[in-house]
């Protein structure tokens, strides 16, 4: 295949811009996950609220995401992988216009939750759609890219919300049109939101899901159009045979082995990566950064700085993972992160153990601690992003045989936001009663059972066409 334009050779250019489109939906997740982090102040403010009312405030996106994952996958079955795009595209717009308007806690947490259905719905159908336009000798790479839009809309909001508060005087003084500047914290949302829906228009839908339902002539236009003439009439042979001998439409119960009467085995490892992916508390550090390190002794203005900075750390990790997940394998990738995450949460919670408190009830951490505590938590959020990040999201799009794959990546989903809300929930009730300490000890031990779960669970699946994978 060759990288010119002419249909009849396919376009690798055309792949990698349509990919790229696909992961503004992950910008936007980012971006959406991320601008919580510096309204905690604005929402308690505004709307009087406890720990455990702003805990949920916080955390009641996730409960959306966990919807828009589950019925995502299904109507992505129905009604194609774009289609379930432009509506969670749509979503992302009215949840930001909705979040910096809200006057209640009630009327906030319904804006919150359509954006998380809109966040659920682009972090399973992106990373789907990209495996399902990409080669299998780069599919990793462009998927990859999935994490790092993630990572580059979490630090983008962080950089906004910085700017904001310091151009107001902080998160919640007055700013633009007389709205407190957390408001337009949401607002500056709005800007990529359009531009999603904008884009999607022009990408084409699944190959994949054009031969699952029925729509042949469309598929095989779309995969000359990707692949050339002769690589496209012999990719559509292979996805046609590689679905349900009777061919029907894909549906849950095909997750069901109905030889066996069980689960397939590959959903059950799809669910303990995405949980897993939450349980080492990588959310903590993205929601609640500024709370945390407020509560560690920081300003709010270095609390926030801080968040730039493991943003951009970010996103340097992901751009490793970029180039070496289709040289080195995922699995690799996984089982090292998980190592080093186990160290390095280990050091976080050495460094706030034994810290005094001061008379406001934040740490009174000593220098030593507060740098050992600052160093240990940006190498455990590059250690993530290099590794559990970006390729949970890759092996969740491709390790699904293509029968299942819609249904397999819903559950995987609704698995992993339901452990990202729990995990988020429950860090301010965590902080207030056993301490950060204790908190980030119980993110080590997860990090270290994983170790053990990709050694003996998780099947490579580099090289690999979607056509080859079993469940």
């Keep these: ?93 009215v949840s930001a216009w909705g979040s910096g308007i809200a006057s209640s806690t009630f009327e906030f947490v319904i804006y919150r939750i359509l954006g998380g259905m809109a966040v659920g719905a682009a972090s ?10 990409a080669l299998a000798k780069y599919r990793g790479m462009l998927t990859s890219v999935q994490q790092i839009a993630i990572i580059c809309g979490l630090t983008a909001s962080f950089f906004s919300n910085y700017f904001l508060a310091e151009s107001a005087g902080g998160s919640t003084e007055m700013f633009w049109g007389g709205y407190e ?38 598929a095989r236009q779309v995969l000359v159009r990707l692949y050339g003439d002769v690589d496209g009439n012999a990719k559509f042979s292979e996805i046609a045979d590689s679905l349900a001998s009777d061919h029907h439409s894909p549906r849950f119960s095909d997750l069901i082995d109905k030889v066996k009467g069980r ?66 394998g995922r699995k690799p990738l996984l089982w090292f992160g998980s190592a080093g995450m186990a160290i390095s949460l280990g050091v976080v919670a050495y460094a706030f153990s034994g810290a005094p408190v001061d008379a406001a009830g934040n740490l009174a951490l000593s220098q030593e601690s507060g740098l050992l505590a600052l160093y240990g938590a940006n190498i455990y959020v590059f250690l993530f992003n290099m590794s559990w990040g970006p390729v ?13 794959r819609g249904s397999g990546l819903a559950i995987a989903g609704l698995a992993q936001w339901l452990a990202n809300f729990l995990v988020t929930w429950s860090f301010p009730i965590m902080l207030a009663g056993i301490g950060l300490s204790a908190a980030y000890s119980i993110y080590a031990f997860f990090a ?13 699946t580099k090289g690999k066409e979607l056509e080859q994978m079993e469940g």
């Design 1 to 93: 295949m060759t990288t010119s334009a002419g249909p009849s050779q396919g376009s690798t250019g055309f792949i990698i811009f349509i990919s790229c489109i696909a992961t503004i939906g992950g910008f936007l997740f980012g971006y959406d996950s991320g601008v919580i982090n510096g309204t905690v102040k604005g929402l308690q403010l505004a709307f009087d609220s406890d720990s455990a009312g702003t805990g949920f405030s916080v955390s009641s996106m996730l409960l959306g995401c966990a919807a828009g994952a589950l019925f995502a996958g299904r109507l992505a079955d129905k009604y194609g992988r774009k289609a379930l795009l432009i509506v969670a595209s749509v979503f992302f717009i």
């Design 124 to 133: 399973v159908m992106a990373p789907a759609y990209i495996s399902e336009v």
């Design 181 to 218: 500047t957390w408001r337009w914290m949401f607002w500056v949302e709005l800007v990529p939101a359009s531009i999603f829906f904008l884009a999607l228009l022009i990408i084409p839908e699944s190959p994949r899901f054009l031969v699952a339902s029925g729509k042949h002539d469309k």
């Design 263 to 328: 689960v397939r085995p590959i959903v059950w490892v799809g669910i303990g990566l995405a949980v897993l992916q939450q349980f080492v508390g990588i959310n903590v550090v993205f929601y609640y950064g500024a709370v945390l390190w407020e509560a560690a002794g920081f300003t709010e203005s270095e609390a926030l700085q801080t968040n730039v900075l493991s943003g951009t750390i970010s996103i340097a990790a992901c751009f490793i993972t970029f180039f070496v997940v289709d040289k080195i």
């Design 392 to 404: 949970m999201w890759v092996m969740l799009g491709e390790m699904f045989p293509n029968q299942i």
């Design 448 to 460: 270290a059972l994983s170790v053990f779960f990709v050694i003996f669970m998780v099947r490579e």
